[in-house]
T-cell receptor, first 116, second 114 residues
Framework: DTGVSQDPRHKITKRGQNVTFRCDPISEHNRLYWYRQTLGQGPEFLTYFQNEAQLEKSRLLSDRFSAERPKGSFSTLEIQRTEQGDSAMYLC??????????????FGPGTRLTVL | AQSVAQPEDQVNVAEGNPLTVKCTYSVSGNPYLFWYVQYPNRGLQFLLKYITGDNLVKGSYGFEAEFNKSQTSFHLKKPSALVSDSALYFCAVRRLANNNDMRFGAGTRLTVKP
């Protein structure tokens, strides 16, 4: 399967613990996005990368959240000192961007985080 | 800032009947508009998009959507619904000049009954 993959699919953690999620985008895509989705809502933009550069972060992304894409391929999203309000589905998406093209984003299956 | 409204939380239709899932948007400037579908335990799947050109856009699985600038709407339609179309549908908008920030609606759950 050459789609976007995310690992793990589910994560249960205790409040105060750190968690890290991984996203592997479609190989030829240079843009990678992170979203958060809570029940009954659409995905909310968190941050995105073009190659290895993190170009924008939403105000939703508190200081406890950090994302990296060190080699311009896979990305990690870390949440430090988790809170119950962090419980959500974390979605990763990727797209290709070249010049003025505006291509659709392809989404992974998501990582469901439950903070107890 | 751009935003999307999906006024119906749920839409129920009988198999074989036409379906419409509504979406209205608010954006400064020209919009990019998208429809995605989400099946249980799966990621969002792209259905179709409007960038420019013809107001009627055709997409995957027989779906189409009509861009109406005066009504700021982008309703999703299908002439004949299938039970397998039952899923959660999301409309999204992105400003033409902004490639990164895509705003999604809250979603509409479509149920197609046999």
């Amino acid at each position: 399967d050459t789609g976007v993959s995310q690992d793990p699919r589910h994560k249960i953690t205790k409040r105060g613990q750190n968690v890290t999620f991984r996203c592997d985008p479609i190989s030829e895509h240079n843009r990678l996005y992170w979203y958060r989705q809570t029940l009954g809502q659409g995905p909310e933009f968190l941050t995105y990368f073009q190659n290895e550069a993190q170009l924008e972060k939403s105000r939703l992304l508190s200081d406890r959240f950090s994302a990296e894409r060190p080699k311009g391929s896979f990305s990690t999203l870390e949440i430090q000192r988790t809170e119950q309000g962090d419980s959500a589905m974390y979605l990763c998406a990727s797209s290709s961007f070249a010049g003025s093209s505006h291509n659709e984003q392809f989404f992974g299956p998501g990582t469901r985080l439950t903070v107890l | 800032a751009q935003s999307v409204a999906q006024p119906e939380d749920q839409v129920n239709v009988a198999e074989g009947n036409p379906l419409t899932v509504k979406c209205t948007y608010s954006v400064s400037g020209n919009p990019y508009l998208f429809w995605y579908v989400q099946y249980p335990n799966r990621g969002l799947q792209f259905l179709l998009k409007y960038i420019t050109g013809d107001n009627l856009v055709k997409g995957s699985y027989g779906f189409e959507a009509e861009f109406n600038k005066s009504q700021t709407s982008f309703h999703l339609k299908k002439p004949s619904a299938l039970v397998s179309d039952s899923a959660l549908y999301f409309c999204a908008v992105r400003r033409l000049a902004n490639n990164n920030d895509m705003r999604f609606g809250a979603g509409t759950r479509l149920t197609v009954k046999p």
